[in-house]
């Protein structure tokens, strides 16, 4: 069964050895060219979601929580989580494919249950732009808002803690699991049952990508 523990810290001579795999090879491009795929189509699919009526959804631990705009706060843990994961990962070329594929499944789950469960956002929503993803990604004329169940900027950044094994960097990336969960309930773009699914849909993605980078059942480097 593949591990949900990457393997330690010393990794010499990973990339030569992973790419001399045509079965690597191969994974890692299927997997490149998936999510280059899905990045071209989410733009329309975005646009659509926004023009359906959806369930506005009670949330009394919501309703508990103050109202503020916290979009750059938000960003700067979640890219800063990025950087702390990848200097992990990049060395580790099964690592890396398990994290890529991962990504992809967990944004495979969101467009399904976007697409089956439409939601109209919290009251008191701020909207949150993204200064990357929002210019390079998600392009449309106004704030994307009912892009909701489940968050997958907390569930990224779970990703991110999954990948990186039984490191400090984990346990930095698990609490900045929680934060980001947090912040995105304080600027009222997600729902409490959006936050508290987003892990949960992490570890499951992670979980079968590791069959994916990982065929043989051999140790993750």
Known sequence: MPHLIA???SVPAAWPAAWQQAAFRY?????????????????????????????????????LLPTH????????VIYVSAGVAFTYVLPRPYVLLRLLGAYWLMQICRV????????????GLLPL????????????????TKDLFFSGHTATVMLFALATGTSQRRRWLLAATAVVGLL????????????????IFALG?????????????????
């Open 69 to 76: 705009e916290v979009s750059w706060f938000t960003f700067i």
């Open 7 to 9: 393997a330690p810290d």
């Open 27 to 63: 994974r890692l491009l299927i997997t490149l060219l998936l999510l280059i795929a899905l990045v071209a189509n989410l733009p329309h699919f975005f646009a659509w979601l926004q023009t359906r009526p959806g369930t506005l959804l009670p949330d009394p631990f919501l309703a």
């Open 112 to 123: 399904m249950l976007l697409a089956l469960l439409p939601l109209e956002p919290p009251v």
């Open 184 to 199: 995105v309930m304080v600027q009222r773009v997600h729902y409490t049952y959006d936050v508290v699914a987003a892990p």
């Open 205 to 221: 993605c992670y979980w079968l990508a590791g069959w994916w980078a990982d065929p043989a059942n051999k140790e993750l480097v």
């Open 129 to 144: 732009r993204d200064p990357i993803i929002d210019t390079f990604i998600y392009v449309s004329a106004g704030p994307i």
